[in-house]
């Protein structure tokens, strides 16, 4: 009995999109967080009666045919990669990008890596770096003896020195795009690798064409909208609960074709 084999896809379908939904709603409060969606295909029909095969010998046609599906697969966990809000933090090393691009970061492995959570910290030698550390390029150093840090919406850092009246350029922080950003493999800690399906970045600097710009003290929250997850959280429980439905029944035909005498 195929119903028993189908449904059980269709279980497997919905325990994966419930998962995905679950981690959506985990990272709700992550900073610059891109929600994902479960996407599902059908799998292979089976074909009793083909469509356009000849019924007789006169050369009639079978109009639809006959064919029974055999469930359902995930195709692929969708990563949607709108704009999310925008919150003040005023704190001075708090950048968000506004529009397309992602912070590069340098990885231990001596890798980039690309992020929009920019929630950045300065290092013991005065590097900006992220929470754990890694060095964001092109790796600009603030002097010890600065007084206050000013970035500009194209990136530029700026830096006032202890005695001084005037603002010294420290460095340009660098942004990066991708033709498809959904292309992009998650590693964890808000950090995302290039692969052949992103393509490869196109570098350029913030608040020119094709680039995004920079805004200090804020942060991009996540663009998880937890009423929309909650009802597909809700929908998708009751279409395991359907598919576990069609399992007990076809289980309850074979019950009844067992005890026929």
Do not use: H
Not at 196 to 208: H, K, L, M, N
Not at 237 to 256: F, G, I
Request: glycine residues 10%; charged residues 15%.
């Amino acid at each position: 009995m195929r119903s028993l084999s189908i449904a059980a896809t269709g279980m497997q379908a919905q325990q994966t999109n419930v998962e995905v939904i679950s981690n959506n709603i985990a990272n709700m409060n992550t900073t610059a967080y891109t929600r994902r969606r479960a996407e599902f295909n059908d799998l292979l029909y089976q074909n009793l009666r083909r469509q356009g095969a000849q019924s007789s010998d006169t050369g009639t046609l079978v109009p639809a045919g006959v064919q029974l599906g055999l469930g359902v697969r995930t195709a692929a966990v969708y990563r949607i990669t709108e704009q999310g809000s925008l919150t003040n933090t005023d704190n001075t090393l708090d950048l968000a990008i506004e529009g397309k691009g992602y912070f590069q970061v340098t990885l231990p492995s001596g890798e980039t890596a690309y992020t929009r959570a920019g929630s950045f910290q300065l290092s013991s030698t005065g590097e900006i770096v992220t929470n754990d550390g890694y060095a964001v390029q092109p790796g600009i150093t603030i002097p010890t003896n600065s007084t206050s840090i000013t970035i500009n919406a194209s990136g530029e850092v700026w830096v006032k020195l202890d005695g001084q009246t005037t603002q010294t350029n420290a460095g340009t922080l660098q942004i990066a795009t991708f033709v498809n950003e959904a292309g992009m493999e998650a590693i964890g800690d808000n950090l995302y690798m290039e692969t052949p399906a992103s393509g490869g970045p196109t570098q350029g600097t913030p608040d020119t064409t094709g680039f995004g710009s920079v805004l200090q003290g804020y942060l991009e929250t996540s663009n998880v909208n937890v009423v929309t997850e909650i009802t597909d959280l809700i929908s998708a429980q009751r279409a395991y609960e359907m598919n576990s439905k069609v399992v007990t029944t076809s289980d309850e035909m074979l019950n009844t074709i067992n005890q026929m005498k």
